[in-house]
């Protein structure tokens, strides 16, 4: 308090030199504001102008575009006929033309198509016979590269008229002519479409033209458009810079007032904390020595908690009481074992929200049931039950929910139900044990676990089955007053939670002030919403 007393007198020192600090960088704020304003104005001028100027160059350059792609519509027409000629040739393979090439005789059609071919690729006018045909095909890769390089734009108007006659022949077509030779079929089908795809470029030739001479215009304005484009990036950039220089004006003289402001509210902090917690010396001292105290004293609390839940389960509430009150508490003083005087283990194991989330399962709210409950919360072996009137268990499936699973050794198969629920991490509960456990479930209850790998496996019956780390396991028996041998003690925790008369007692009395003092029900309410949050 000392200490925030002397800091608070240095913050009202601090305030001061801060505030005049304050009004001179509000002053050159406001000067450079002035200036950047009217500079921005400028720029934004200049930069409409630009805008404007783009704006034409984009309208010229999209009128060009939409005359190019016109063109470029009228000239895909001619596209499908190249593309069928390409084909015809690409299916030629030198084989069939060496075929074609070796016959003596051909048939008289076939002479026809080599004479198409004779006109369009040497350009012959008289000699048609077979053998020129023949020279014309002498090297068979070569005549396919003559004919896949042809020109289709520019054929001679002398060719076509020469070819006009066979092209009106019925036979001149790919399926009578296949028939004959595959390799003529293939030349009759390119010769076909090369004269269909001339026939429609010269018709489309002005329109390319045109499509040409409009991508030339586009491109001349794009060219126009990026010097425009380069312009206004150069007066953005000018913008850009003003306003930032603005925003770092604005910035500096908000943070000058920010951290005035700051000291402000901090002083102003440091001066309710100084007058509210001036009466709170004397109770902060009396804090420090009690949390001492239970530095120390935790030793003997945690050994009380710990043998309450080791040892105490199968007694009642007297026997165990006068155990834990009467018999280890003292033996724990006498011993100059720290602990805390009155400590209750009970509320070691469980604060107050954990025993109104158990209630809200169904736990009964006598004290019995909850010291019940907190042993089988802290237990370390699998607790083992005893539950005639089957409260425990009605807790333990509110607890727990619907996934869990509820077997009894006298049903069928239920060493396969133990061995998958073990292995998926179910929650198990087996009920209605009697006095005697099968011996099948010894290596489970005793947590003979062996580590294969990462994981863990317990043998059950002639199985080796894994462990799953969510495994649970609860035994429950309706015996009134069962005996169990030692082996069976050592390997759970048992108990005891058959209802006797002041437990009965104690839990008619919690129904009564859940209907006469609801403001209690709500306490507990909130105390439940806390433990779900934490």
């Known amino acids: ?69 016109a063109c470029d519509a009228e000239l895909a027409e001619a596209i499908p006929a190249m593309e069928r000629a390409t084909e015809a040739v690409n299916c030629l393979e030198v084989k069939a033309i060496q075929e074609l090439k070796a016959l003596g005789s051909p048939p ?42 042809f020109d289709g734009d520019n054929i001679d108007d002398w060719k076509l008229t020469m070819l006009a006659p066979l092209l009106a022949e019925d036979w001149f077509n790919f399926e009578v002519m296949k028939g004959k030779s595959v390799a003529a079929a293939f030349l009759c089908s390119w010769i076909v479409n090369i004269i269909n795809y001339n026939g429609i470029f010269k018709k489309v030739k002005p ?5 040409q001479a409009a991508q030339d215009m586009a491109e001349a304005k794009q060219a126009e458009l990026a010097i425009v484009i380069e312009k206004v990036r ?39 904390l100084v007058n509210g917690l001036s009466d709170e010396n004397a109770r902060w001292k009396q804090n420090v020595v009690d949390f001492k105290t239970e530095r120390v004293s935790m030793v003997g609390d945690a050994l009380v908690s710990a043998a309450f839940v080791s040892y105490i389960g199968p007694f009642s509430y007297l026997f165990r009481a006068e155990l834990w009150k009467n018999q ?105 044990i009697g006095q005697e456990i099968d011996a099948i ?49 050592a390997q759970c925790t048992i108990i005891n939670f058959i209802v006797t008369e002041s437990g009965l007692e104690d839990q008619l009395l919690a129904m009564v002030v859940r209907v006469e003092k609801p403001d209690l029900e709500q306490t507990k309410e909130e105390l439940v919403n806390q433990q779900n949050q934490y």
């Open 441 to 489: 479930l010894d290596p489970l209850l005793s947590r003979q676990f062996v580590k294969k790998g990462k994981n863990f496996t317990v043998k059950l019956g002639s199985e080796d089955v894994e462990l799953s780390n969510n495994f649970k396991l609860y035994l429950q028996t309706k015996l009134i007053n069962p005996h169990y041998k030692p082996e069976t003690a």
């Open 207 to 211: 329109l390319k033209d045109a499509a």
């Open 1 to 69: 308090m000392l200490s925030t007393t002397e800091q608070v007198n240095g913050l009202q020192e601090l305030l001061k030199v801060k505030m005049v600090d304050v009004a001179v960088e509000i002053e050159k704020t406001n000067e450079l504001i002035e200036i950047v304003g009217k500079e921005s104005l400028d720029a934004e001028k200049e930069g409409a102008i630009a805008a404007e100027q783009e704006a034409e160059t984009n309208k010229l350059s999209d009128a060009a575009k939409a005359e190019k792609a």
């Open 234 to 272: 150069l007066i953005n950039e000018k913008v850009d810079a003003l306003k930032q220089q603005l925003e770092d004006a604005v910035t500096a003289k908000k943070k000058v007032e920010d951290e005035a402001q700051a000291l402000q509210d901090q002083l102003d902090l440091a001066n309710r």
């Open 328 to 432: 280890w508490i003292p033996d724990i003083t006498e011993k100059t074992i720290p602990i805390t005087p009155g400590i209750d283990p009970l509320e070691v194991l469980a604060n107050a929200a954990d025993q109104a989330y158990w209630k809200t399962e169904g736990l009964p709210a006598d004290r019995v049931s909850l010291e019940n409950a907190s042993v089988v919360t802290s237990c370390n072996r699998y607790p083992l039950i005893i539950d005639p009137q089957l409260q425990g268990q009605k807790w333990i499936k509110g607890k727990e929910g619907t996934e869990m699973v509820i077997i009894q050794l006298s049903q069928r198969a239920w060493l396969k139900k133990v061995e998958l629920a073990v292995s998926n991490g179910n929650c198990l509960m087996i009920e209605s």
């Open 108 to 149: 008289a059609q076939c002479v026809e198509v080599a004479k198409a071919v004779l006109i369009l690729l040497k350009g012959e006018k008289k000699n048609f016979a077979w053998p020129n045909s023949q020279k014309m095909m002498g090297n068979p890769k070569k005549f396919l590269e003559d004919v896949q390089g």
